[in-house]
């Protein structure tokens, strides 16, 4: 079983649509991450959240938008999209210590039509 | 900018036989730490075994342990025993330090096949 959860598991959009990109933790990390992951590729940054606050972003388009409401709750806004946006979203959260690794969810597959 | 690189695509193993997946990578910081994570088909990455680059002694996890080699920047991961399950792509990864929410650079990964 996960202890990072990611909602929902798929997700098809049009490149119009408004959708957003939910992952909840319960393990009292207080950092947590956006990557994305294409197809046969390692997982590539997006953002960083430490304490609730944006730390990094990794020059992401303005079309995904980051929110940390809560210390457990993470989510990534979506608008106007583009076809290469497909891919899958990995949320993952980690302790703040420099040794803590990385606890991931299943990821959203996410397909923009 | 640090870089890790796998340069085996792919692997294969038989079962109960050992195997090695190598990594490289690149930095001029003296203080990290570097980890192996693996994917299977389930997309959920794992965390496989992790070290700190001022420790001098290898980590093991159960069937797997890791060969650091510091000043080669080497850091390759031993699987022993190899059962179905471990088949999966691998991938070797660096964080810098202090900052513990820092980025976690990825390497292109390699894929592993566990035969009968």
């Known amino acids: 079983d996960t202890e990072v959860t990611q909602t929902p598991k798929h997700l098809v959009m049009g490149m119009t649509n408004k959708k957003s990109l939910k992952c909840e933790q319960h393990?009292?990390?207080?950092?947590m991450y956006w990557y994305k992951q294409k197809a046969k590729k390692p997982p590539e940054l997006m953002f960083v959240y430490s304490y609730e606050k944006l730390s990094i972003n990794e020059s992401v388009p303005s079309r995904f938008s980051p929110e940390c409401p809560n210390s457990s709750l993470l989510n990534l806004h979506l608008h106007a999209l583009q076809p290469e946006d497909s891919a899958l979203y990995l949320c993952?959260?980690?302790?703040?210590?420099?040794?803590?690794?990385?606890?991931f969810g299943n990821g959203t597959r996410l397909t923009v039509t | 900018a640090q870089t890790v690189t796998q340069s085996q695509p792919e692997m294969s193993v038989q079962e109960a036989e050992t195997v090695t997946l190598s990594c490289t990578y690149d930095t001029s910081e003296s203080d990290y730490y570097l980890f192996w994570y693996k994917q299977p088909p389930s997309r959920q990455m794992i965390l496989v075994i992790r070290?700190?680059?001022?420790?001098?002694q290898n980590a093991t996890e159960n069937r797997f342990s890791v060969n650091f080699q510091k000043a080669a920047k080497s850091f390759s991961l031993k699987i022993s025993d190899s059962q179905l399950g471990d088949a999966a792509m691998y991938f070797c990864?660096?964080?810098?330090?202090?900052?513990?929410?820092?980025?976690?650079?990825f390497g292109t990964g390699t894929r592993l096949q566990v035969t009968l």
């Open positions: 993952a959260s980690s302790q703040d210590r420099a040794n803590s690794p990385l606890h």
């Open positions: 990864a660096y964080r810098s330090t202090p900052w513990s929410a820092s980025k976690l650079t």
């Open positions: 393990m009292g990390h207080r950092a």
């Open positions: 070290q700190e680059a001022y420790k001098q």
